[in-house]
């Protein structure tokens, strides 16, 4: 965040340079520029980065995840302090489902355990173990068993999560459950 920051400021000079330049050049040819460029280059050159970098913030992320992390969810939304992102809304945050590494349960080989990560600008990223039944279909977060447990992972899953439904085109089920066959 600190290099966006300076990258920021850096963008706002280098704008700001070249109505500098604009500036000079017009004395030269005998003609007086206003004195509002300066500042409103700066503020393009700042505005304009900021606004880059929240439509290529996704492409960044999704570019650096590992082999066999996929995305199954992103959120796209328009906000009224940011006007141009009602024309095109802006990918602020989004799920990947770590399918490369889902474990099937020993006992029931239709129950993976998989992680889910949260991805949020500006936020750090959050890992959510989640379990998928490819039967039934349907998920549930998982809830770490105590040890000295005597249940079986079978048992301590349904009586330690609510299930809720999960739809057969969703992409999680397709990248954990079908892909994985």
Partial sequence: MLFEFIAT???GFGLAGIALVITHLSKLAGKKAPRWLIPLFGAIGIFGFQISQEY????QQVA????????????EEGTWFRPWSYVKPQTLRFIAADSGHARANADNPDIYLVNLYLFERRRSVQ???QVIDCAAPARADYVLQEKGSKLSIDEHVKQTTAWRP????????INVCINKK
């Fill in 9 to 11: 400021i850096a963008a």
């Fill in 56 to 59: 290529s913030w996704f492409g």
């Fill in 64 to 75: 650096q995840l590992p082999e066999g992390v996929h995305v199954v969810k992103k959120v």
């Fill in 127 to 129: 890992q959510v173990p």
């Fill in 166 to 173: 999960l739809e057969k085109s969703d992409p999680l089920y």
